[in-house]
């Protein structure tokens, strides 16, 4: 390390510091539904100041599609990891649907925020929506589903599965995991899967999510909670 480079650095982590609080507070605000929220809110909320902010972001509009960004690449990436030893695409895209049915509850402010993007989540080329694509692609062409119009498919899974997230969000008391499992057999059987197999996908064991907790960027208490 040369003399020059502690200043530079510290200033860099500094920044990124910064940006991760506004990024973590605009989640929070996504997650409430505050979408109207001024940026002088979302900057005490982060406890940064108001040009703190516009060294980052142009608008409030960008910060959002940054926080929104975040979180969908955080559950893709989650998705990948837990999916990599698998080789049939049709159990790809089952543990997938499962996993984040199970995630809603698991991670209610991410879920949140996931969820306010609504539909847009369907045509979306990061998370779960070009994964889903990929998978049933795939096992379409290895003859496990049955697809005439991807587009078409593609919005009867998207809606399945934002349909299932509000779910669970107005009926905290329901079971997640019976819950998921049975709208995932429902949807593989609307891909061509028979009833028999799909049930039988849906009872193989899942990896470990309980120890995962919140992720690090919308954990509960990175900032000040905002009310529902």
């Known amino acids: 390390m ?5 200043p530079p650095n510290r200033l860099a982590r500094r920044k990124q510091k910064t940006r991760a609080a506004l990024v973590a507070a605009a989640q929070s605000f996504i ?3 505050k979408l ?23 608008s409030k509009e960008e910060l959002f599609e940054a926080a929104l960004t975040e979180v969908l690449d955080m559950h893709g990436a989650l998705l990948d990891e837990l999916n990599e030893s698998l080789e049939d695409p049709a159990e790809t895209f089952a543990r997938s649907f499962r996993l984040t049915g199970r995630l809603f509850r698991q991670r209610p402010r ?22 889903a694509r990929r998978d049933i692609i795939a096992a379409a062409e290895a003859g496990r589903f049955h697809v005439d119009d991807l587009g078409v498919t593609m919005a ?9 997230g509000q ?19 429902h949807v593989l059987t609307v891909l061509g899967m028979s ?3 799909a049930r039988r ?3 193989l064991p899942l990896p470990d999510i309980d120890s995962l907790g919140p992720s690090a960027s919308v954990a509960q208490g990175s900032v000040p909670a905002v009310s529902m």
């Open 2 to 6: 040369t003399p020059h480079d502690g």
């Open 167 to 185: 779910l669970l969000y107005d009926e905290p008391d329901r079971d997640v995991a019976d819950a998921t499992d049975t709208m995932t057999a």
């Open 201 to 203: 996908i849906c009872e």
């Open 36 to 58: 109207n929220v001024p940026v002088l809110e979302i900057t005490q909320a982060a406890d940064v100041g108001m040009g703190s902010f516009y060294n980052h972001f142009a």
């Open 156 to 164: 009867v899974v998207g809606g399945a599965l934002l349909g299932l």
């Open 31 to 33: 997650a409430a539904g």
């Open 195 to 197: 009833a028999k197999e």
């Open 110 to 131: 991410e879920s949140r925020v996931l969820l306010s993007s609504g539909l847009a989540l369907l045509s979306s080329d990061r998370g779960v929506a070009p994964r």
